[in-house]
Every structure is written in C-alpha cells, then in structure tokens.
C-alpha cells in the first residue's frame, strides 16, 4: 500500500502501517527509510499470524483519538475471528477523525451454505478445518451489526466476487465507513 501512495501523499502528511509480519515490517523499514512521511510498526499481538505478547483485546493502534483520515485494512478481516474483528473494528472508530474514512476489505455472504467456506457456523465459516484464520468469511449481516456496535456506518460498498455477486471480479467485498452520527 505504501509503495502505491509515495508520488501522492502529500510532503506533511504521515502513514503508519503496521503488521503482525516482522520480516514485512523490516522491508518496509529499510525501504522507506530515507521517507520521513513513513513509518511502520509490528503489531504485538498474539493471533494466528503474531506472535506478539499481548491479547487482542488489549491492543490499540498506534494512532490517538479521532487524529486518522484514512485507515486502510486490506485483507485484514479475512484472517480474524468475530471477536478480533470486533476489536480492530472499535479501534478504527477510535482513531477516526470526524471526517475520516476506513477502506476494509472482507469475504462477506447473504446465508449459509457457503461451499467455499465449509467449517464454521451461520455468522463466521472458515475455509480450512485445521487453520480457520486461513481464511474467514462473515455473513454479511452480522458484519454490518459489528460496523453499527463499533459506531461506525457504511458509507458505501462494492460486492467482491465471493460468493459471485458482483458483476465483475474484483476480490473481497468492499466497505468504505465513516464514524456513525457525527461521533
């Protein structure tokens, strides 16, 4: 994401990108090391992916109160439980300025069955049994509902092409919010 905003951000702006990846964060560090508008952290969290020392539910992005424009969460929520989703979504409204927007991404569906994502129940289905963080799915209503308990709301959304809704292939849904009602 870094690499695609360098000719566009502006000289005062600042991006932090963060990861659960230490080896990612350690390129970016050296790759963007001589760009002062940059700078990335790794997540010390303990998840399927990090092997931090702190519990999600303790976790709190490096970013004050209402002090980010833009959160950008890619592929994030497709690796996260319902409770860790929960988490990083009230974080995102956290750290949302008034008139900030969050892009996240994320497989939603309509209603179970869902073939590609075998395990799991009607809220949450996972696509492998042994390594659910592989690869998760929410139903879309529930994923919403999480949105609206975050005090957050949708500002707009685009269909990805699981589970072959959208008329294009694009990849995951989607989501463009903002903070609900003004918060």
Do not use: N
């Not at 600042?14 to 230490?22: F, K, L, N, P, Q």
């Not at 992916?49 to 992005?61: D, M, V, W």
């Not at 590609?116 to 209503?141: E, L």
Request: glycine content about 8%; hydrophobic content about 45%.
């Amino acid at each position: 994401m870094a690499i695609a905003l360098v000719p566009d951000l502006a000289p005062e702006a600042r991006y932090v990108g963060i990861d659960v990846h230490a080896p990612s964060i350690a390129w970016c560090r050296h790759a963007f090391a001589r760009d002062a508008r940059f700078r990335f952290e790794v997540v010390d969290v303990r998840s399927a992916y990090g092997q931090g020392t702190a519990p999600i539910g303790e976790y709190r992005l490096p970013a004050g109160d209402g002090e980010t424009d833009l959160v950008i969460a890619k592929s994030l929520f497709t690796h996260l439980s319902r409770e860790e989703a929960e988490r990083y979504l009230s974080e995102i409204a956290r750290v949302l300025s008034p008139g900030g927007r969050a892009m996240v991404t994320a497989f939603l569906f309509a209603s179970a069955p869902v073939p590609a994502f075998p395990y799991g129940d009607s809220d949450v289905r996972w696509k492998r049994r042994d390594r659910p963080a592989a690869a998760m799915a929410f139903a879309r209503a529930r994923f919403e509902a999480m949105i609206g308990a975050a005090g957050l709301a949708i500002e707009r959304s685009e269909l990805g092409f699981y589970p072959g809704e959208a008329r294009i292939p694009t990849g995951q849904d989607v989501l463009l919010l903002r903070r609900a009602g003004g918060r």
